[in-house]
């Protein structure tokens, strides 16, 4: 199946900081994803983004399809976006499976 | 607008018992997935329902089973628990195409 490998895995910032999370994958998607997980668990949708790029406040996300990987960044980093973070790809191949990555494990400190 | 609801939020159940978890979707989401995240891991995708019929099924083995009323909602169904089935199991629902909405999830632990 796809593989998704994420980068770095483990990240501590200071507030304030910006940092840039990479996803890269191995085959052609119709789907990926972020995700940020809090430390209770849930997971919530930041981008839907098979392609181009998009902005939520102080996130955005690019994706370049033709070069399989897809960037996150966070700029002006909070405690609260503390977390994991996953990205997660589907394709033709996938059986409406979306592939998650092993994530990138985010702490922001004060 | 409610989102992914789930229930119970937590279930403690023995080995060799069985269980079921609810999901309900965002109202007009007609599909829903389940997945199984276990500790330090991202989730694994178990089963993809559309319009009341099975689309996508990990590689879980048959102790795993689900199904999708005429209301969209969903439940989802292991037998023989095992100690290793011991994790959080997510719900999402989407629209085709769109982003994947997941419910706040149901921790099981198998004693």
Same mark, same amino acid.
């Given at each position: 199946?796809?593989?998704?490998? #994420?980068?770095?895995?483990?990240?501590?910032? #200071?507030?304030?900081?910006?940092?840039?999370?990479?996803?890269?994958?191995?085959?052609?998607?119709?789907?990926?994803?972020?995700?940020?997980?809090?430390?209770?668990?849930?997971?919530?949708?930041?981008?839907?983004?098979?392609?181009?790029?998009?902005?939520?406040?102080?996130?955005?996300?690019?994706?370049?399809?033709?070069?399989?990987?897809?960037?996150?960044?966070?700029?002006?980093? #909070?405690?609260?976006?503390?977390?994991?973070?996953?990205?997660?790809?589907?394709?033709?191949?996938?059986?409406?499976?979306?592939?998650?990555?092993?994530?990138?494990?985010?702490?922001?400190?004060? | 607008?409610?989102?992914?609801?789930?229930?119970?939020?937590?279930? @403690?159940?023995?080995?060799? $018992?069985?269980?079921?978890?609810?999901?309900?979707? @965002?109202?007009?989401?007609?599909?829903?997935?389940?997945?199984?995240?276990?500790?330090?891991?991202?989730?694994?995708?178990?089963?993809? !329902? !559309?319009?009341?019929?099975?689309?996508?099924?990990?590689?879980?083995?048959?102790?795993?089973?689900?199904? $999708?009323?005429?209301?969209?909602?969903?439940?989802?169904?292991?037998?023989?628990?095992?100690?290793?089935?011991?994790?959080? !199991?997510?719900?999402?629902?989407?629209?085709?195409?769109?982003?994947?909405?997941?419910?706040?999830?149901?921790?099981?632990?198998?004693?």
């Amino acid at each position: 199946g796809i593989q998704v490998e #994420q980068s770095p895995p483990d990240l501590i910032l #200071q507030e304030g900081a910006n940092s840039t999370l990479r996803c890269n994958f191995s085959d052609s998607v119709n789907n990926l994803q972020w995700f940020h997980q809090n430390p209770w668990g849930q997971l919530i949708n930041l981008f839907y983004i098979p392609s181009g790029t998009k902005q939520n406040g102080r996130l955005s996300a690019t994706t370049v399809a033709t070069e399989r990987y897809s960037l996150l960044y966070i700029s002006s980093s #909070q405690t609260t976006d503390s977390g994991v973070y996953f990205c997660a790809v589907e394709n033709s191949n996938s059986g409406y499976a979306l592939n998650f990555g092993k994530g990138t494990s985010l702490l922001v400190t004060p | 607008d409610a989102g992914v609801t789930q229930s119970p939020t937590h279930l @403690i159940k023995t080995r060799g $018992q069985q269980v079921t978890l609810r999901c309900s979707p @965002i109202s007009g989401h007609k599909s829903v997935s389940w997945y199984q995240q276990v500790l330090g891991q991202g989730p694994q995708f178990i089963f993809q !329902y !559309y319009e009341k019929e099975e689309r996508g099924r990990g590689n879980f083995p048959d102790r795993f089973s689900a199904r $999708q009323f005429p209301n969209y909602s969903s439940e989802l169904n292991v037998n023989a628990l095992l100690l290793g089935d011991s994790a959080l !199991y997510l719900c999402a629902s989407s629209l085709e195409p769109g982003p994947y909405t997941f419910g706040s999830g149901t921790r099981l632990t198998v004693v």
